[in-house]
């Protein structure tokens, strides 16, 4: 029988320790990899330092309606009716990468046609192998391809924000997707790696991307968008024509942890390289603050399809600056995202955690020693 994500959350809210209880088990015993690797050029031989265990995800099946696309990665990989998704993957953050895909995974009606297309920097080679084994070893029936990003295609682009996290070359990869990605690969569904999907991802694959529409993403016209730029940038006209000539009138922000991407149309419009320009303009003149959420802004607002709200219940990682707790936003929910400076692995582990990080616990697949 289908679960309502909704009636879940309410029992998460009510009972977040009952519910852990519920979360679906494996009697595989947690796995374990190899504990001297290489990490960031050096040798690592002491477990503790990288997260290394995680238990092995349920085996998740499709449903009696899904499509049969084929068996494996090679015949999902450019299948443009598959489910694909980019994610970013890196040892800090891969617990929560872990979690995301997790939940992908359970609430899918059809998982076993879902292809992730994970990218990871190309720092260090043997990181990557690391991310890997962690990968495969988490999900051995998993559709997936590792990508490298040359951090080299934006070191010299990036500005210092107000947040450290925020300069990580990494998190500009979103950018490079259509270049990063397979030619064949026509759309994808974008996800940061602080996500949890507590709905069928098919719904979000199917929106629509109208006329032109190149990203869709939840707007929120409610926000401050003039407060993501300095007041240089407003003053000058030619700037400010440049950004939103021809477009609304009225942009609205939109947040890029969630977006559906049309890899086609952005190809043609090399849209890459509209972003990388007003980054080039960021590093001489300092028009915004935030790493690289503005770019976007300026290249696609005005010019978004709009998603419904429920698809990204961000901010519940409180201020970019200072700690703080949040609660859900009113309304249905689909997808929540713990964007801001407070990360859910870490307040739990801290024990200090917010009430909407139990919402994220029980799709956690991390075993310390």
């Not at 960031?40 to 499509?67: D, F, K, Q, T």
């Not at 999902?76 to 997790?102: F, K, Q, W």
């Not at 700690?323 to 929910?333: T, Y």
């Not at 997808?335 to 307040?347: A, D, E, I, N, T």
Request: include cysteine.
């Amino acid at each position: 029988m289908d679960r309502n994500p909704i009636t879940d959350l309410l029992l998460l809210s009510l009972f977040p320790f009952l519910y852990l209880i519920q979360t679906p088990t494996t009697t595989n015993a947690a796995r374990l990899i190899p504990e001297k690797i290489t990490y960031r050029g050096r040798e690592i031989v002491h477990s503790g330092m990288i997260p290394l265990h995680y238990s092995e995800a349920p085996e998740y099946r499709n449903g009696l309606n899904c499509a049969v696309l084929g068996n494996g990665a090679v015949s999902l990989a450019c299948n443009p009716s598959a489910i694909h998704i980019a994610m970013t993957v890196d040892s800090e953050y891969l617990r929560g990468s872990i979690a995301s895909v997790h939940s992908v995974l359970r609430h899918s009606s059809c998982p076993e046609i879902i292809f992730f297309h994970f990218i990871a920097s190309d720092s260090d080679s043997g990181n990557t192998r690391f991310l890997n084994r962690v990968l495969r070893s988490t999900f051995p029936s998993l559709n997936f391809k590792l990508y490298l990003f040359r951090e080299s295609l934006v070191s010299n682009l990036i500005s210092s924000s107000i947040r450290q996290a925020l300069n990580n070359p990494l998190n500009y990869a979103r950018s490079y997707l259509a270049q990063l990605l397979d030619p064949c690969v026509e759309r994808v569904i974008y996800l940061d790696s602080d996500t949890i999907v507590v709905d069928d991802i098919q719904k979000l694959w199917r929106v629509s991307l109208s006329g032109s529409r190149v990203v869709g993403a939840p707007e929120y016209c409610h926000a401050d968008f003039k407060g993501y730029f300095s007041s240089e940038f407003w003053s000058d006209e030619e700037m400010v024509n440049e950004a939103f000539e021809g477009k609304s009138q009225s942009p609205c922000y939109f947040n890029t942890g969630v977006m559906v991407m049309d890899l086609v149309r952005w190809r043609e419009g090399d849209y890459t390289r509209r972003i990388e320009k007003w980054m080039r303009i960021q590093r001489e003149r300092r028009i915004y603050e935030l790493g690289s959420l503005p770019p976007f802004l300026l290249v696609f607002g005005g010019e978004i399809e709009g998603i419904d709200h429920r698809w990204n219940q961000h901010g519940l990682g409180g201020d970019n600056v200072v700690h703080s707790c949040r609660s859900l936003h009113p309304g249905p929910v689909s997808l929540l995202h713990w964007s801001g400076k407070g990360k859910p692995w870490v307040r739990l582990d801290s024990q200090v955690p917010c009430p909407v990080d139990y919402l994220w616990a029980p799709y956690d697949l991390y075993k310390p020693l």
